[in-house]
């Protein structure tokens, strides 16, 4: 008989497999979680910065503004970070994390 299919070996083999690179993978992608969170905050503060920068051209103003300001006029969404940590806008006009 030639019937077309699978047999339950080659089904065992096929779920091993599947089985072994997902008991490798998903270690790696949890380690790297910090990671990816922290390059997450650090291109939120570079996006942050420039919206620094828009609000005083945009006003016509040297003086910095608030992260309440620019959250007031909708230059950005949020006063915090991916990863939960909170900026604000120094005296220089950086933006720097809250310790």
Do not use: H, W
């Not at 620019?70 to 970070?81: G, R, V």
């Amino acid at each position: 008989m030639n019937e077309k299919g699978f047999t339950m070996i080659e089904m065992m083999i096929v779920l091993l497999v599947v089985s072994i690179l997902m008991i490798i993978t998903i270690p790696n992608i949890t380690k790297n979680q910090g990671m990816i969170r922290n390059k997450g905050c650090n291109a939120y503060i570079n996006l942050v910065q420039a919206q620094v920068e828009a609000y005083k051209m945009d006003n016509g103003t040297s003086s910095n503004p608030s992260m309440d300001d620019l959250l007031t006029e909708k230059y950005i969404k949020s006063k915090t970070c991916p990863n939960g940590d909170l900026l604000e806008v120094s005296a220089s006009g950086e933006v720097v994390l809250v310790p």
